[in-house]
C-alpha cells in the first residue's frame, strides 16, 4: 500500500522558473491538501480540494496553483519560483472532508536561487 | 478562531526519562484532538487521538487525555527512548462547517540522548 507519494524529492529552480509538485494517493480519499512547512512557522495550508474538480485556497496560496482532474492525483504549480517560496512541501490526503485523520507524503525540498 | 499552541522547544532529555509536552488549544464547539510525529527526513503521521471530552488517546507508550476544563491535550510517555527524537505536532479538527479545517501547532522538536 503506497499512501501518499510524493515527487521529486528534492529540487533546485532558479528564480523564476516554474515546475510542478506531483502528489498522488492510492486510498480513494476525498480530499487532499498541500502544505508548506518552514522553520519557526509550523505548518501553513497552501491549497485543498474536497474531490475530483473542487479546489479551493488556503492560508498562503499566492504563487501557486493546483488542479484535481482525478481522485488520486493533486499536483502543485509553481508559477515563478521566488526565493521566499524555498520550503519543504508536504501533500496530504483523508477520507472525507470530516475526517480527523490525514495521512502525508514524505515531502519535497524545494530550493529556490 | 480556533488555534493550538504548543511549548515551545528544543526539549532535550536524557533516555529513559519522562516526557510531556504541553499543548493547549481554543476553539468553539468540540474539537477533535491530535498529535503528530514527524521523524527526521520524513512526513507527518498520526500518533494518537482523542474525539470528546476526557477520552485518552494511547500509542506507542504516548499518552493524551483530552481535558475540556483546561483545555488542554498534554502529551506524555513515561520513559522516553532514543528513536522518540522528532517533532511533535498537536492540532484540532474545527468540528464546525462542512469542511473541517485542521488547526496545527508550530511543533515541538524532541531530542533523546543515549
Known amino acids: 500500500n503506497a499512501g501518499v507519494t510524493q515527487t521529486p524529492k528534492f529540487q533546485v529552480l532558479k528564480t523564476g522558473q516554474s515546475m510542478t509538485l506531483q502528489c498522488a494517493q492510492d486510498m480513494n480519499h476525498e480530499y487532499m491538501s498541500w502544505y508548506r512547512q518552514d522553520p519557526g512557522m509550523g505548518l501553513r495550508l497552501i491549497h485543498y480540494?474536497?474531490?475530483?474538480?473542487?479546489?479551493d485556497q488556503g492560508e498562503v496560496p499566492n504563487g501557486y496553483n493546483v488542479s484535481r482532474s482525478t481522485t488520486e492525483d493533486f499536483p502543485l504549480r509553481l508559477l515563478s519560483a521566488a526565493p521566499s517560496q524555498t520550503s519543504v512541501y508536504f501533500c496530504?490526503?483523508?477520507?472525507?472532508?470530516?475526517?480527523?485523520?490525514?495521512?502525508f507524503g514524505p515531502g519535497t525540498r524545494l530550493t529556490v536561487t | 478562531g480556533n488555534s493550538v499552541t504548543q511549548m515551545e522547544g528544543p526539549v532535550t532529555l536524557s533516555e529513559e526519562a519522562f516526557l510531556t509536552i504541553n499543548c493547549t488549544y481554543t476553539a468553539t464547539g468540540y474539537p477533535s484532538l491530535f498529535w503528530y510525529v514527524q521523524y527526521p527526513g520524513e512526513g507527518l503521521q498520526l500518533l494518537l487521538k482523542a474525539t470528546k471530552a476526557d477520552d485518552k488517546g494511547s500509542n506507542k507508550g504516548f499518552e493524551a487525555t483530552y481535558r475540556k476544563e483546561t483545555t488542554s491535550f498534554h502529551l506524555e510517555k513515561g520513559s522516553v527512548q532514543v528513536s522518540d527524537s522528532a517533532v511533535y505536532f498537536c492540532a484540532l479538527s474545527d468540528s464546525a462547517g462542512n469542511n473541517r479545517k485542521l488547526i496545527w501547532g508550530l511543533g515541538t522538536s524532541l531530542a533523546v540522548n543515549p
Open positions: 480540494s474536497v474531490g475530483a474538480g473542487i479546489t
Open positions: 496530504a490526503s483523508r477520507g472525507t472532508a470530516h475526517s480527523g485523520e490525514q495521512y
